[in-house]
Every structure is written in C-alpha cells, then in structure tokens.
C-alpha cells in the first residue's frame, strides 16, 4: 500500500530533536498538510513553531503517562499519519541490582508507548480514511547489544507488536512501516558513544520513499543496510511472505 505524504495531516511523538525533528521538517517540505508535535517539553518546539507557523502544532504529551497519550484522541481528529518515534535508551549492566528499574523504564516508553499510541490514534486514523502507522525500531531489535541489553529487548518487543499491528490494520487501510535504523547522529547515539552516524535528515527521506513504496521494513542508514542483507532471505519467508 503507497501512503503519499502530500495534503496528509501526521503527529510525530518525540518531535522536538534528532530523528523526530528531521520527520517533521521532511513531512512539511514533501507538502503535508500539518504535523502534531507530540512532545513533553512544549517549549522544546519554539523553532519548528517559528519556522512552519501553523503547519505545526504542539501537544504536551509524556510517553509514560497512559492517561495523557489517550487524551490525544480528542486533540487530532483530522490524523492520517502516525510516527512513533520517543524512545528511551540506559546504559546498563546486565547483572545489576538496577536492572528491573531500568528494564521497566525502557519498556514503559519503547513498547508500552507504541501500544497506547496505537490504541489511541488507530481508531482517528481509520475514522479518517486510513493512512500510516510508521515506529521506529532499531537493529537493536534484531539483535542484542551488550550494554544497552534492556533498549534491544524493548525494540524487540515493539518491533514484534509492529509486526502485528502491520497484520491487524491492513484490513483498515492503514499502512505499517517498521523503521530500524543503526548509529544515526543524534543525542541518543553520542550517549552510547556512536559517532559518524548518518544524519536524522536521511532517515526522514527514507521514510517517506518507503511510504511511497508500500515498504514493512526500512533499514536507512549504511549500517542498517548490512543487517537487512543478513536479515532478508529470513524476513521474506516468514515476516513479509504474503503481505499486500
């Protein structure tokens, strides 16, 4: 299914730096219509609001917080594109007395967060037409990295969930893309000691080419592409065989 940015009104979670960011500034250039910024700062926004008017609008939304991603639903009647992109990544020894505080934090944003998105903003969506359902995943999610053990397990599970989101909502018309980018340059990968990464604004461009494909998977970035070599011959016989 091609899911065409132009005219499309999308919300973007984590909107306000990095990866995020880039999505927006993409989505409004390819002609959207308008992008929710669905952020827990709202001041972190000023310079998208500047710079797009009111092709933008900020949501005050914290990831963790159910009740908050809920109320959404009231705020975005006229969705058609959603982007889970907030994500939370801790370095973390394994064998830890703080592995479970850890584990739950990454879960509660990474996993539980595409959950409720899903659950609140489907439902708009379908209401709407159909449209997009875009998470952004990870390598990680394909395999485990030690010292960030908890943010692959965590990407592990959404990617598995976006793997059935993609078989529930076809039926509603609403395409599913499963993003999994390597080192991309921003503040989460400086935090794990990646440099050199590729840059946030070709991951939003490899989104949108994706959409316009039709794709399930997007591997972005030069790294990313090494694992989709290994990964395809497995992910065409059992995660993508028979898909639309």
Known sequence: M????????????????????????????????????????P???????????????????????????????????DLEIIVNNAGVLALTDLLNDNTEAA???QLTINL????????ALVPVVEK???????????????????????YSASKAAAYSITQGLKDKLIDKNIHVL???PGPIDTDMAAQVGFADGATPASVAQAIIHSLNQGDFHLFPDPVAKDFESAYQSYS?????AGSA
């Open 2 to 41: 091609s899911v065409s940015i132009k005219d499309k009104v999308a919300l973007v979670t984590g909107a306000n730096r990095g990866i995020g960011k880039a999505i927006v500034e993409a989505f409004i250039e390819q002609g959207a219509k308008k992008v929710y910024l669905a952020v827990r700062d």
């Open 43 to 77: 001041e972190s926004t000023t310079e998208l609001e500047f710079k797009f008017g009111d092709k933008v609008k900020t949501l005050q939304v914290d990831m963790a917080d159910a009740k908050a991603i809920a109320a959404l639903t009231d705020q975005v009647s």
């Open 103 to 105: 584990l739950d934090k």
């Open 112 to 119: 539980y967060g595409l959950l409720r998105i899903s659950n």
């Open 128 to 150: 709407n037409g159909g449209g997009a359902l875009v998470q952004l995943n990870s390598v990680a999610s394909i395999k485990n990295f030690s010292g960030v053990d908890f």
């Open 178 to 180: 499963s993003v999994h």
């Open 236 to 240: 065409d016989t059992l995660i993508t």
